[in-house]
């Protein structure tokens, strides 16, 4: 989303005249897009700031968006004096004024709607995979996550709007469209007629448009699979058999201090619906690890269930204390020591189930997107329908198919080599 969020806001500036650099030094004005879900990342934005203070031109202006402004507020402006603007994730669309008069400060962090994407130009020319963002913030309350205090409560955006940049992504580049969303399943919008749209009309419809090979979305909350998104997996060929549900734990108890109201079973039980709707479906997930409280046989079961469901390509953390968030007052936060050693047996076990899968793919022909060269220029790298790498020579007459039939020939767990099979 933050990624979405800076395309965008690349192209309002573009439509002022400005270009992009790679080059601090260069540039006329710095813009640091910032993640607050995890501490970690959250560390490192001061000392970046300092850094870019200390390296960009005098007069060049600088600031802070994303959740940790939103977090921060105006604290950010005595921890760096110099910042220019400070702005959370919904007032991206005010950045301008700080142009048109460099001597004010700008702060905005108020959570108010998604008028941001109306009010941004469009991206001119959309990438291959285009993101497609649907609604924003959170009303679960799952008792670790900073999301609903950094992006507020859930907003879907309305449905005309969303084809709109749909249609337009898909007449300017755009192959395949990923619907983003922190709880994208959740999406509900209620037209003037009283008329109520879902993801599943989203998918329906963008399914109509030619261009558009390959639908998918991100991230989904295992209780909002409703029976007509599930539905989709079988009616829609063009919506990937590929989704992220993720799971968090596979300790009953851990989920519950949670707050992620879904048993194992009823969790299983909506992944043996998709299998029956898309027999091929895969599934990936997000772990916590060293949640607190979490015992050694806790642990055990999210190791379980990681084998049960072989999830196919997941993310895992360490869990992080986060300000506002009823988990980080918890008794029993796990030592920093025994959450490393965690995340690295459950790394090493969703590690071995990946590369099985992507053994498993060998000899198989599957129909991937192009998305580019290799930093060589001799390979080209193609996206399978399960969002694996997959790495091809360069063909002798340099003729690029945006998609194509892929025979698999080799895999490991990162990526897949294979051969274009022509039709
Ligand atoms: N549903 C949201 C979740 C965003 S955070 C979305 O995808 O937009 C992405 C992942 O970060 C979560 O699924 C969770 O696994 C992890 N995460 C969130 N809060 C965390 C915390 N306090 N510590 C460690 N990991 C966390």
């Not at 970046?48 to 060049?60: S, V, Y």
């Not at 299983?268 to 619906?273: A, D, P, R, S, V």
């Amino acid at each position: 989303m933050n990624v979405y969020d800076s395309w965008r806001i690349a192209a309002m500036l573009n439509a002022r005249g400005m270009t992009q650099t790679q080059n601090v030094a260069d540039a006329d004005i710095i813009i640091l897009n910032t993640c607050s879900v995890r501490e970690k990342a959250t560390n490192k934005v001061f000392s970046e700031l300092g850094r870019i203070r200390d390296t960009k031109k005098p007069d060049a202006i600088f600031g802070i968006i994303g959740c940790v402004a939103r977090e921060t507020g105006a604290t950010a402006f005595h921890r760096i004096p110099e910042l220019n603007f400070v702005l959370g994730p919904q007032s991206y669309h005010k950045l301008p004024a700080i142009l048109d008069d460099p001597d004010t400060k700008l702060f905005n962090i108020d959570l108010t709607g998604l008028e941001k994407f109306d009010e941004m130009p469009q991206i001119t020319t959309a990438p291959v995979i285009s993101y497609i963002p649907i609604q924003e913030g959170c009303n679960h309350c799952c008792t670790y996550c900073i999301v609903p205090y950094t992006r507020g409560r859930e907003i879907s955006r309305s449905f005309d709007d969303i084809m709109r940049d749909t249609i337009h992504a898909a007449k300017t580049g755009a192959i395949e469209i990923c619907f983003l969303g922190q709880n994208v399943n959740g999406y509900n919008y209620t037209d003037g007629n009283g008329d109520t749209y879902r993801l599943s009309d989203l998918i329906r419809d963008t399914a109509k448009i030619p261009e558009i090979q390959r639908i998918r979305f991100t991230s989904s909350y295992p209780t909002e699979m409703s029976d007509d998104l599930i539905d989709m997996f079988a009616l829609e060929p063009k919506l990937l058999p590929f989704l992220n549900m993720p799971i968090q734990s596979g300790a009953p108890d851990v989920l519950k201090r949670m707050n992620r109201p879904y048993s194992l079973d009823s969790y299983m039980e909506i992944i043996e619906k998709l299998r029956v709707a898309r027999p091929d479906i895969q599934i990936s997930s997000d772990f916590i690890v060293g949640f607190p409280g979490e015992t050694d046989s806790d642990f055990e079961q999210t190791l379980d269930i990681a084998r049960r469901v072989k999830y196919i390509n997941s993310y895992s953390f360490k869990y992080s204390p986060r300000p506002h968030t009823a988990a980080a007052l918890m008794p029993d936060q796990i030592p920093e020591n025994i959450k490393r050693e965690r995340l690295a047996i459950l790394d090493n076990t969703l590690n071995e189930i990946q590369r099985e899968f992507n053994e498993s793919c060998v000899k198989k022909t599957l129909t991937c997107l192009y998305e580019g060269a290799d930093k060589t220029g001799r390979h080209l790298l193609y996206r399978t329908p399960y969002m694996q790498q997959c790495i091809v020579a360069k063909p002798e007459n340099d003729v690029i198919q945006p998609m194509a039939q892929i025979k698999i020939t080799a895999a490991n767990r990162a990526s897949l080599r294979g051969k274009i099979v022509s039709d």
